[in-house]
């Protein structure tokens, strides 16, 4: 069984087929739940189409620079497996062993930390604020980042490949359920509570990760994980929100009546925001 696991990611980089079916399939998945179960009436501008295109736009760019970036990470992988460098090799782990350290690491670097350090450093903050700005959080947010912040979190992702050592098949198996959790956690779905909350206590949940939409502080600045809720729970800025009290934006540094002005969205976080 491992070996056809190790076979399948190892070279799933090469098949970029493959991979856009995990994420179109993901986002569609939860496009359709979230219409059938909403956690809340979004008000969308003009309709939910319209709204997703300008996510969309963003989505482009970032998949062009992760083609870019993934051919680092090949690099960076090989060279690690070259050397025995990381803490896969370090600590003599086995096949599952090396998923799970490797997991982890991406998680906490590439998922956590990244996100945190976005939030308390300003010139930072401007980029990652295009994503806090959406009014209407839906499956289509997850992967509205601004370039520049999209490069960042790949400068992130090669520190957890360095300290964690990941193999290739690793580091494709962290990727594809990130980006499955990523429509998840974002997805206008209305889980059971006790499932939201159960799911909350390992895993970041569609409810815990609305708390960190929330336009006010210190909501905003809170629930940082990507996949694992643990992060957050063990370093001390979890918190928890009822969804009926959640209201999206940040009106404080983009009028909600611009939250899908691509343009301007592009191009306001070169500027500095006003205090």
């Known amino acids: 069984m491992w070996d056809q696991i190790i076979e399948y990611f190892q070279t799933l980089e090469k098949h970029p087929g493959q991979r856009m079916a995990f994420l179109v399939g993901g986002l569609l998945l939860f496009w359709i739940i979230e219409g059938s179960i909403p956690l809340i009436s979004l008000q969308y501008k003009r309709n ?118 990941a193999p290739m098949y690793a580091v494709m198996i962290f990727q594809t359920i990130l980006v499955l959790s990523t429509a998840f956690t974002h997805a206008n779905i209305s889980l059971p509570r006790w499932l939201d909350k159960g799911l ?17 502080q210190p909501y905003t600045d809170s629930n940082y994980g990507a996949i694992l809720s643990i992060w957050d729970r063990l370093l001390g800025t979890f918190r928890k929100l009822e969804p009926t009290q959640i209201r999206y934006g940040l009106d404080r540094y983009y009028p909600n009546e611009k939250d899908e002005d691509f343009i301007l969205l592009m191009k306001k976080p070169f500027q500095k925001l006003d205090p």
């Not at 970036?69 to 960076?76: E, G, K, Q």
């Open 48 to 165: 939910k189409l319209r709204h997703a295109a300008v996510n969309f736009g963003f989505t482009v760019i970032h998949l062009l620079i992760h083609t870019v970036l993934a051919i680092l990470i090949i690099v960076m992988s090989d060279w690690c497996n070259a050397q025995e460098f990381g803490l896969v090799y370090w600590l003599n782990a086995n096949v599952p062993g090396t998923i799970i350290v490797s997991f982890l690491v991406l998680d906490f670097f590439g998922g956590w930390l990244v996100h945190l350090t976005e939030h308390k450093v300003g010139f930072l903050w401007r980029f990652h604020v295009v994503h806090h700005a959406d009014n209407n959080v839906d499956v289509t947010t997850g992967l509205r980042h601004h370039p520049i912040e999209s490069v960042l979190r790949g400068v992130f992702f090669f520190m957890g490949i360095l300290v964690s050592g």
């Open 200 to 216: 909350s206590y390992i895993f970041v949940s569609p409810n815990m990760h609305k708390v960190h939409h929330h336009w006010k």
